[in-house]
Nanobody, 128 residues
Framework: QVQLVESGGDSVQPGGSLRLTCALS????????IGWFRQAPGKEREGLAA????????HVANPVKGRFTISRDNVKNMVYLQMNNLKPSDTALYSC?????????????????????WGQGTQVTVSS
């Protein structure tokens, strides 16, 4: 059974940091790219970062570049989203999802329609 389970969400003050974890199981991990997304109430789902099998740094969306980084642990089958300098506008439900691994020429690694099998999400709340 394919499973993606997020954890690490919490309530933090502005300027704080969190590391979210996406634990993967039930599928051949080394054939898939993993992406992180978020959705705030009343807003559309937004792509944040994605990482392919052979990518050390992955792709980070411009709105969060410089504050968010993505990484993966191929031994533990986990993908992480490190979030620094959090802002109230970062408040949302954060989810991870899988898609087929990126190929040369992939134009939009964060195209939501390319992702299948989503996790349930973990809530991040940033407020003072």
């Amino acid at each position: 059974q394919v499973q993606l389970v997020e954890s690490g969400g919490d309530s933090v003050q502005p300027g704080g940091s969190l590391r979210l974890t996406c634990a993967l199981s039930g599928f051949a991990y080394n054939y898939y790219a993993i992406g992180w997304f978020r959705q705030a109430p009343g807003k559309e789902r937004e792509g944040l970062a994605a990482i392919g099998i052979m990518e050390p740094a992955g792709h980070v969306a411009n709105p969060v570049k410089g504050r968010f980084t993505i990484s993966r642990d191929n031994v533990k089958n986990m993908v992480y989203l490190q979030m620094n300098n959090l802002k109230p506008s970062d408040t949302a439900l954060y989810s991870c999802a899988r898609r087929s691994d990126f190929v040369p020429g992939t134009l939009n690694p964060l195209l939501i329609g390319e992702y299948e099998d989503w996790g349930q999400g973990t809530q991040v709340t940033v407020s003072s």
